[in-house]
């Protein structure tokens, strides 16, 4: 009768307050019955839940797959990784220049290589965000949504003067652009209009078309950045000062005004890590209502600080001060965040460090932590008070909604794919690095205290997860957005 019945879980519903005891039953990867006592004569498999927490798989809308190591090597590895974060589905940014391919040109020529290397490699569905860095792109913007399914687009709005990792005046070396162009707020303008464009022309499709923006102004990071490197901080907290938070706030309220200008409705306002950055987004939402802004956190923004995590946690918009943490938090409980990710970016030690280990500005920027996201969470939030239904909304419903996924993805239903995770709310442990698939040697968060753990994870109705080991098997597949 069913291909797999789970059984005896609390299942956690994203448009419900509370969760219900029940059994979820599975049959060609979707859920077929979530009832008390499910009749499992016949069933092909039953697996006892003990009890334990029934989420909807996490659907990690932030990583970055192959930005330091080829793409084919951390689809296998960091989708692993996921798989222990309780990550199901994960959307991975992309774009052309130097970092991930390390190389320029078309998306009709980029985008299959990308397809190809990941095929048949993933533990989990995997998905791709594009950034159109170059004028062509913009005119490719229909062609990838209805033909490669790639309905989110990203502007990293850093990059008019700096690199990945600090200052850079030579832009077209870095992203691999005509000479003559510019990445800067005129060409941001005209994403948005071809994105614009692309909704406009396909008004069924509109909703789940969006821009999502790194938001941070190079000109204030530039002379910040230089007055920090001649003062006396180091560390994290002279890399946070580098990158202030105000030049987030700026970002935000320019690029909202251009979304104003152009009439995107669907923005993305990524990864905010700061007090300003988030009175700027808010403002923002409030003096433009008719855009309809999501506001993104990391579970690293949300867990550390400059002083508890290690120089390995150099990110970009940089690790905060506690104030902010708690800011963040402040606005996580008031829910006026949509989403939560990982921003996961495995980086491995030799190439994360410079010859000094201990100067920030010589380190590359991301690191990886997908592996932490539903338990970090989970363990975090319950502490804080934030209810489990609020956390399968940020952490897997809202973002499926968003990015197009939400027809099969998001939540525990009948006719959604089987995408759950089971999670013991009790089950203390301490992040150490050693035990992640990921292939990253260091943590962000090694040494922090988990209250909660992933103990099972399916993926369409297939154990990838079990008892807290990743099984050797890689059933991941594209998911073509929007899913129909």
Known sequence: MYDLVIRNVQVVRPDHDDTIAADIAITDGKITDIATDIDTVGAKRVVDGKGRTAFPGAVDAHQHWGIYNPLDVDTRTESRAAAQGGVTTGISYMRTGQYYLNRGG?????FPEVR????????IDYAFHLAPMMASHIDEIDDLITEHGVSSFKIFMFYGSHGLHGRSSDQSSFLMTPPDERYDYAHFEFVMRGVQKAREAHPDLADQISLSLHCETAEIMAAYTKMVEEGDLSGLEAYSASRPPHSEGLAITIA??????????????????????????????????????????????LLADVTTAPLGAKVNPPIRPREDVEELWNHVLAGNIDWVVSDHACCRDETKFGEDRSDVFLAKSGFGGAEYLLPGLVSEGLRRGLSLPAIARMTSYNPAQRYGLGARKGRLDIGYDADVALVDLDAPWTVRAEDSESSQEYSALEGFEMSARVTDVFLRGQEILTDGAVLDITPGEYLHRPLS
């Open 116 to 123: 190809a290397l990941a095929e048949g490699r993933s533990t």
């Open 106 to 110: 078309s998306y009709a020529e980029f």
């Open 256 to 301: 909202s005004y251009l979304a104003h200008e152009t009439n995107l409705a669907n923005i993305n306002l990524l990864h905010l890590t700061s007090a300003k950055a988030l009175d700027a987004a808010m403002r923002m939402a409030a003096t433009f209502p008719h855009i309809d802004f999501r506001r993104e956190v990391t579970i690293a923004h």
